[in-house]
């Protein structure tokens, strides 16, 4: 359950956009608390505390770092069982990489801390040049 494929990343100056991607398959998205991580370069994967965004299960209630607030947007569409992340007005300040993240338990508590989480994607890569 909760397999994470992300897509999206790439090249783009400051001030650009991207729309990354998480497709779920293994669990219903809407029953799972899935957030998106970022780690920065120089900082093992381990080290990355808490998350930039989250979406919580049922009420789809969404939550955001102090650093993208205003300009991150998380949504999904449940159809597809896909998070998307959308980024604007990048900073190079944003450039790493972004992985999806899912805990697979059902219902449950959610939020940008780590802990909530059990399950992560490969990563996409996102680099944003002055």
């Known amino acids: 359950a909760g397999q994470l494929l992300e897509s999206g990343g790439g090249s783009v100056q400051a001030g650009g956009s991207l729309r990354l991607s998480c497709s779920v398959s293994?669990?219903?998205?809407?029953?799972?608390?899935v957030g998106w991580f970022r780690q920065i370069p120089g900082q093992e994967r381990e080290g990355i505390e808490t998350a930039i965004a989250t979406q919580t299960p049922g009420n789809g209630s969404r939550f955001y770092d102090d650093a993208v607030k205003g300009r991150f947007t998380i949504s999904q569409d449940e159809s597809k069982n896909v998070q998307y992340l959308q980024m604007d007005n990048l900073t190079p300040e944003d450039t790493g990489r972004y992985y999806c993240?899912?805990?697979?338990?059902?219902?449950?508590?959610?939020?940008?801390?780590?802990?909530?989480?059990?399950?992560w994607g490969q990563g996409t890569q996102v680099t944003v040049s002055t």
């Open positions: 293994g669990s219903v998205i809407r029953r799972h608390c």
């Open positions: 993240a899912i805990q697979t338990r059902e219902w449950s508590a959610c939020g940008l801390a780590r802990y909530h989480y059990n399950t």
